[in-house]
């Protein structure tokens, strides 16, 4: 049982012969509070649960196996997840991460604007940013910005028009930011194997 933490650039694997996988994805913010550690110590890792919970973490793996239907999975997950909040102490500056990033998952797109909102500065906003989340706060607005227009390519292929809509300033600056994060043109990216554009897919595209 591993932990897959926030990535600055897309990761493709295959994994042939897994007969099962759950993949619980956390909000942004939580990592202090439910696995304790800060988030960016596990950017671009992963790492076994058991190394950062200890013998909870190898109990529960070996729960997880004993199940024999998914309910019962969900259930012991769910379990040992809520404990964890009681026992973990969440720093203040994953409640303001929280906060900038419902502001940077809705209309808002300048970081600078972000900050002056919640009455801190950029750089104090910045630091909270990387420990919470994992990466800064304009790397992950442009990750927002990129999974909103992999979403839009699931209803069109104008992607001048994606551009636009997403936020973008053009469909060459789509292009450089999809060359970027996930190494492919976004045409690319559609035609592979499995990807169905839409809110599951676009962790693909370089998501924290």
Same mark, same amino acid.
């Given at each position: 049982?591993?932990?897959?933490?926030?990535?600055?650039?897309?990761?493709?694997?295959?994994?042939?012969?897994?007969?099962?996988?759950?993949?619980?994805?956390?909000?942004?913010?939580?990592?202090?509070?439910? /696995? #304790?550690?800060?988030?960016?110590?596990?950017?671009?890792?992963?790492?076994?649960?058991?190394?950062?919970?200890?013998r909870p973490g190898s109990d529960l793996c070996l729960e997880l196996l004993e199940a024999r239907r998914l309910p019962e999975v969900m259930d012991r997950l769910s379990?040992?997840? *809520?404990?964890?909040?009681?026992?973990?102490?969440?720093?203040?500056?994953?409640? /303001?991460?929280?906060?900038?990033?419902?502001?940077?998952e809705g209309d808002e797109v300048r970081v600078e604007s972000v900050a002056k909102q919640l009455g801190v500065t950029s750089r104090h906003l910045r630091r909270a940013?990387?420990?919470?989340? #994992?990466?800064?706060?304009?790397?992950?607005?442009?990750?927002?910005? /990129?999974?909103?227009?992999?979403?839009?390519?699931?209803?069109?292929?104008?992607?001048?028009?994606?551009?636009?809509?997403?936020?973008?300033?053009?469909? *060459?600056?789509?292009?450089?930011?999809?060359?970027?994060?996930?190494?492919?043109?976004?045409?690319?990216?559609?035609?592979?194997?499995?990807?169905?554009?839409?809110?599951?897919? *676009?962790?693909?595209?370089?998501?924290?």
């Amino acid at each position: 049982m591993c932990v897959a933490g926030p990535r600055t650039r897309a990761l493709f694997k295959n994994a042939p012969g897994v007969a099962l996988a759950v993949i619980v994805q956390f909000k942004p913010g939580w990592s202090a509070p439910l /696995l #304790g550690v800060a988030a960016n110590a596990l950017t671009d890792r992963i790492v076994p649960l058991e190394d950062l919970w200890g013998r909870p973490g190898s109990d529960l793996c070996l729960e997880l196996l004993e199940a024999r239907r998914l309910p019962e999975v969900m259930d012991r997950l769910s379990h040992a997840l *809520a404990l964890r909040p009681h026992t973990t102490f969440e720093p203040a500056s994953a409640r /303001l991460a929280r906060r900038a990033v419902r502001l940077l998952e809705g209309d808002e797109v300048r970081v600078e604007s972000v900050a002056k909102q919640l009455g801190v500065t950029s750089r104090h906003l910045r630091r909270a940013f990387v420990e919470n989340i #994992g990466i800064g706060p304009k790397d992950f607005a442009r990750t927002v910005r /990129l999974q909103r227009a992999v979403r839009m390519a699931a209803t069109s292929k104008d992607w001048g028009g994606i551009a636009a809509d997403a936020g973008y300033y053009d469909q *060459a600056h789509l292009i450089a930011d999809f060359r970027e994060f996930v190494g492919l043109t976004p045409g690319a990216f559609l035609k592979r194997p499995g990807v169905r554009p839409g809110p599951g897919d *676009a962790q693909a595209a370089g998501a924290p």
